[in-house]
């Protein structure tokens, strides 16, 4: 089998769940040559068709389904994971300047849709580690915040004037749809989707084969941060996304059609996943 390139992101729950098919641990799985990338690199990369296999934001779906088609394993989706919105002890955000981690993350999108009424001032777009840092100095107002952020930002001095997560929570009912998998359009994405299926369970069979894995990339993470990541991003939906995955990624994005902040997915758009079975 040819080699097939692969970009994830260094983040635990990327890590923990890609071990087993980063190091040719799945039989059958094609091998795979792996870059590691921040988040708003990863949907860059997607845009110009450079990978076979890309983690993006779902808030890049729109602009990607052309080229690349929608794995049902590997994403990051569930409840109680959603972006933050943190600032130094302001609390009126209203002509605020905001450090984002991408302008088609799924972060800012929610951001957009929270934040319609707000009347923010300025965005800038920043990697998600310096996010913090930069708001705790005076940089920027406010900072949005993803990943491990949500559970360290207090060692920052900082505070979460919004979960977004519990906002679209408690205005839908549904989980939150973080990150995807993409194949390449051409490529057997029944086939991928049960090679990173299989990889998501070898990790929870065996949760210490991919400790030093996850270690290596964990951006100097203490092991219990690294930890509550795995647990709050790895579930049952990166198994599979289901019948409410699927709701919860056409909610968000018709959502966002609506306000104009996306283009509107084609019918039918989201019914080839290749499903578990």
């Known amino acids: 089998m040819d080699t097939l390139s692969l970009a994830i992101s260094p983040c635990p729950n990327d890590t923990f769940a890609f071990h087993a098919l980063v190091h040719g641990l799945v039989p059958g799985a094609p091998p795979v040559s792996t870059t590691f990338a921040d988040i708003d690199v990863l949907n860059a990369r997607a845009a110009e068709g450079v990978d076979d296999l890309v983690k993006v934001s779902y808030a890049a779906l729109p602009w990607l389904l052309g080229r690349y088609s929608l794995l049902a394993a590997g994403s990051a989706l569930g409840r109680g994971c959603g972006p933050l919105v943190l600032t130094a002890g302001r ?7 905001v450090a984002i981690p991408g302008t088609r993350t799924t972060a800012y999108l929610l951001f957009r849709l929270w934040a319609e009424k707000v009347g923010v001032g300025s965005v800038e777009v920043l990697p998600f580690d310096q996010i913090m840092p930069a708001v705790r100095d005076g940089g920027y107002d406010a900072g949005l915040v993803i990943h491990e952020s949500r559970f360290t930002y207090p060692s920052y001095g900082l505070t979460a004037v919004a979960d977004l997560g519990d906002w679209w929570e408690g205005h839908t009912g549904l989980p939150i749809p973080l990150g995807a998998i993409l194949a390449r359009r051409g490529l057997d994405a029944a086939g991928l989707s049960d090679a990173v299926r299989a990889s998501v369970a070898a990790a929870f069979a065996d949760r210490s084969a991919s400790a030093p ?5 964990a951006q100097e993470m203490a092991p219990d941060v690294v930890n509550a990541h795995i647990e709050l991003y790895v579930n049952d939906f990166t198994l ?3 019948d409410e995955g699927r709701a919860a990624v056409g909610e968000l994005l018709g959502r966002a059609a609506t ?3 996306v283009p509107a997915l084609a019918p039918g758009a989201l019914d080839s996943w290749p499903p578990r079975v």
């Open 91 to 97: 609390t009126d955000l209203r002509g605020a300047s």
């Open 213 to 217: 894995f996850v270690i290596e990339h």
């Open 240 to 242: 599979d996304l289901g």
């Open 259 to 261: 306000a104009g902040l």
